[in-house]
């Protein structure tokens, strides 16, 4: 068997790859040969993104919209044409990266609706929106970035984690009903990541909160974007084609899965 991590051909929607880990996976997709629709609410920041991928011989091109708002998702891609990969990165993890922290009996639905709206309505409606074209097609791919605290819980951040939890439902629902017209739906589960938002934290890996974070991870160090692009690409793909309905955790041993 030769491995084939070839997607020419192939256009790809990467949900809030503006910057951050979904800018990593637009940039590896496009290396692959995927002609990459690199979206963010930010329409500057999409820009951007887009032309440093063509700078590098990708093809890119800029798809601002707001994942949260089903109109402007339909309407975008109604202009954007057929999407055969969908990655829904997009998310929302609180104002520092870290989720809204407070337990649950504290709180009020003020204080959900921020991260329900992103992070699974969201997700909701770009997939509802790419998913009959691909039916009719008869190929298609969703993956969706979800993280550990939707797959094992989160105390102190039940919100975020039920919004992630539940987009990670949605994926293995779409896979039993579109898995016949060869579409496809996993998650990558991530843990703690390296990113512009979270980066003041790693600035010094020895403070204490670097330190505590990571006393939590079997790998002593937060992740990054290459470390679940390849893997995404081999879901996108098509030696990915017998995937589906399947959680993968990336995420340094913090949490194991069967």
């Not at 951050?20 to 329409?43: K, S």
């Not at 990266?97 to 204080?111: H, L, M, N, V």
């Not at 984690?161 to 539940?166: E, L, P």
Request: with cysteine; aromatic share 6%; proline share 5%.
């Amino acid at each position: 068997m030769t491995l084939n991590l070839d997607l020419s051909g192939r256009t790809a929607l990467i949900t809030g790859s503006g910057q951050g880990v979904g800018h990593g996976l637009a940039r590896t997709f496009a290396e692959a040969g995927a002609a990459v629709l690199v979206n963010d609410l930010r329409v500057q920041r999409a820009e951007e993104a887009a032309a440093e991928i063509r700078a590098d011989g990708g093809k890119a091109r800029a798809l601002p919209f707001d994942v949260t708002d089903f109109a402007a998702v339909t309407a975008a891609l109604a202009d954007a044409g057929p999407v055969d990969i969908l990655v829904n990165n997009a998310g929302n993890a609180g104002p520092e990266g870290f989720g809204s922290r407070g337990r649950f009996a504290d709180s009020d639905p003020g204080q959900w609706e921020p991260f329900l709206r992103v992070n699974l309505y969201g997700v909701l409606y770009c997939t509802r929106a790419v998913l009959p074209a691909m039916e009719e097609r008869r190929w298609g791919r969703v993956l969706t970035i979800i993280s550990d605290a939707g797959r094992t819980g989160d105390a102190y951040g039940a919100a975020y984690g039920v919004s992630k939890a539940g987009a990670a439902g949605l994926t293995r629902s779409i896979a039993l009903e579109s898995g016949r017209y060869g579409v496809t739906a996993n998650n990558i589960s991530l843990g703690t990541m390296r990113t512009p938002m979270t980066e003041p934290v790693w600035a010094d890996p020895d403070s204490p909160q670097a330190k505590a974070i990571l006393s939590a991870y079997a790998i002593r160090r937060p992740g990054t974007a290459d470390d679940l692009a390849a893997l995404a690409v081999v879901l996108a793909g098509e030696q990915g084609s017998w995937i589906t309905g399947q959680t993968i955790p990336v995420n340094g041993g913090y949490s194991f899965a069967l």
